[in-house]
Each structure stands twice: as C-alpha cells, then as structure tokens.
C-alpha cells in the first residue's frame, strides 16, 4: 500500500481508481526495473515474475513453429497381371531404362503419351560431355507445363544450357512442371556437327508443397498374398546428387536415407496370408522443398499381386515457419 499511500498523499484532485492504476504501474516498473527482465530464447529461465524480451518471445515461437512434427501417409496395393517391379508412392520416376544419344543428325527425344496428366519435372542425367563445333550445345524441353496452376501450351525451358560443359552423372531437371508428351530438343548455334548422351524422364516427388522440413521417421505396414524373394521398401531422397548415368539399365533416383532389404538383410522376404513392417526412427534428414529436393518412396515387388496392402507413413518436423 506504500505507493497507493504515496499517490493518494501526493496528488490531490484525482480519483481513487485513477490513483489506484497509476500506483500499478508504477509497482510494475519499479519491478522491471530491478532486472525482472529475461532474455532467452528457450525461455528455461523464465519464472511467473519475470519479463520476457521481445527478441526471446519471437525465437522461442519460431522454434516451437520448427518443432512441430507432421506426417504424410500413402497405400500401396499391387497392380493387376503382370510380372511385378518397380512401384512408388509419395511420387515417381516415368523414365527410360536406354539413353538418348541426340545428335545433328537426329536432335530430338519425345517422352511420354499424349493427354497423360503428368504433372511432372522432366529431368536429364549427362553420360558425360556433348560435343560441337558451334558456339554453343543447349538441350532444350518443349510441350505443354502446368505451373502455379497455369496450363501453357506450346512451351519449353532450357533444361542443359551448357552440354559441352556437362560432367558425367550431373543431373538436370526442368523448373517446370509438364502434361502430355514432351520433347527434347538438341541445338548448336552455327553447329554442323555435334552430339550429346543423357538418360531422361519425368519426375514427381513430395517436397511438402515446397517448405523446408527434415524427415524424422519412416514406417511401413502391410499384409501380402504370395511369396516374393524380391521385394523391398526404400525411402529416395530425391537431390540432384548420387545419379548414375547408363548407357542401358538406368535406375531412376539418388541417395537411399533408408531401405528394408538394406536393414534386413537376410530376413527380408514377405510371405503368403502374412504381414510384415519395417520402421525407422530417429531421423534427421534436412528437405529444401523450395528447390528440386523431397522424397519418394520405392517399392519393388518381385511378382505381380503380392501385396494386399501396405500403409506408408513418412514423418517430418516443419522447420519454415517462423514470425516475420
């Protein structure tokens, strides 16, 4: 009651609620005052009488925005009759297992169907440097892109500015996104002879509607119908390092973060009216989504139908959202 008493004794003529807050505030910063404030960014210290910065209070919400953990889900059934292979979920790889060898004397590559809904990057792998005796080797890729919801027939983006300059194994890719068939196209200003080799395809992987975040767990559920020796679940960074370019027998994908068959090794096998799982956790794979980087997950079935179900969960902490 000291300061209530002091403004009451000190400062006739004003009302008793008036004197009351003004007797408050000046308990609240006197309290201030005396070093009540806090300065931490994971507020560790902060206690009920203490006064946080405004500098802690925005780290320590962004951090909290960059903790907060999510997860994708997908389901995986085996396709109809057949032999079995190469499947995805969370994406694809659409590519050809031969390279294309564009030359003066042949300068396109097509890919794809007409009026499949894609919705995918085209990408290139270099089996090593082009060849001209121009002034410049440039691959270009022409069709109809979607991107940023805009349907744009008749367009194309340089994807290989530079083919001469090209090192082997170096992976390209297209900003845009493509529907439809698309073509690739060699040219060489003033070129009357001139060469490149790269494998090609399309590719869609899950960069989290482009945000930044870092795969913390993976698991996969399942139940199947047959045998098969040959199966296996992986988890693909997809980057654009660690592709390998083949003449014949290209395998679309980069960097493993985790595999089955890799993990299992010898007790890798699913069989007939039985389920099986594989988990991983404790993760720390860091996805720039804003730029060509994400995931896809690959199965591989060694026989048609002998999955009944499987239930993929990839899990992940957001780490872009912070206070601007």
């Not at 300065?39 to 960059?66: C, E, L, P, Q, R």
């Not at 907060?68 to 190469?86: C, K, L, M």
């Not at 060699?186 to 009357?192: D, E, F, K, P």
């Not at 698991?219 to 003449?247: M, P």
Request: glycine content about 12%; hydrophobic content about 35%; overall charge negative.
């Amino acid at each position: 009651m000291a300061k209530i008493d002091q403004f009451i004794n000190g400062e006739v003529g004003l009302s008793v609620r008036t004197k009351v807050n003004k007797a408050l505030q000046s308990v609240a910063f006197s309290e201030m005052e005396t070093g009540a404030w806090i300065n931490d960014d994971t507020m560790a210290t902060a206690t009920a009488t203490t006064f946080a910065t405004s500098a802690s209070i925005k780290n320590y919400v962004d951090d909290s925005i960059g903790t907060a953990g999510t997860t994708r889900s997908y389901t995986f059934i085996s396709r109809g009759a057949g032999i079995g292979g190469e499947n995805f979920v969370g994406g694809y790889y659409d590519y050809s297992t031969t390279d294309s060898n564009l030359s003066n004397a042949s300068t396109t590559q097509t890919l794809g169907t007409a009026n499949v809904a894609y919705g995918a990057h085209a990408f290139c792998v270099a089996g090593g440097a082009g060849s001209t005796d121009g002034s410049d080797l440039v691959l270009t890729v022409s069709g109809t892109s979607f991107s940023g919801g805009v349907r744009t027939p008749a367009d194309s983006e340089v994807i290989v500015l530079d083919c001469v300059g090209a090192a082997t194994d170096q992976y390209f890719e297209t900003t845009k996104k493509w529907i439809g068939q698309v073509v690739y196209t060699l040219s060489s200003t003033g070129g009357a002879t001139f060469s490149f080799d790269f494998n090609y395809g399309l590719t869609k992987y899950d960069d989290w509607g482009n945000r930044s975040f870092v795969i913390t767990d993976f698991e996969a559920v399942g139940f199947c119908d047959a045998n098969d020796s040959g199966f296996d679940i992986q988890l693909l960074e997809h980057t654009d390092t660690g592709w390998t370019y083949a003449a014949t027998g290209f395998v679309a994908g980069s960097s493993e973060i985790v595999g089955m068959n890799t993990d299992y090794s010898t007790e890798k096998n699913i069989a007939a009216n039985q389920g099986f799982a594989y988990k991983r956790t404790g993760l720390s794979v860091p996805i720039d989504g804003t730029g060509s980087n994400g995931f896809v997950v690959r199965i591989t079935t060694g026989l048609a139908n002998t999955v009944t179900y499987l239930n993929v969960i990839v899990g992940a902490i957001i780490n872009d959202g912070t206070i601007t």
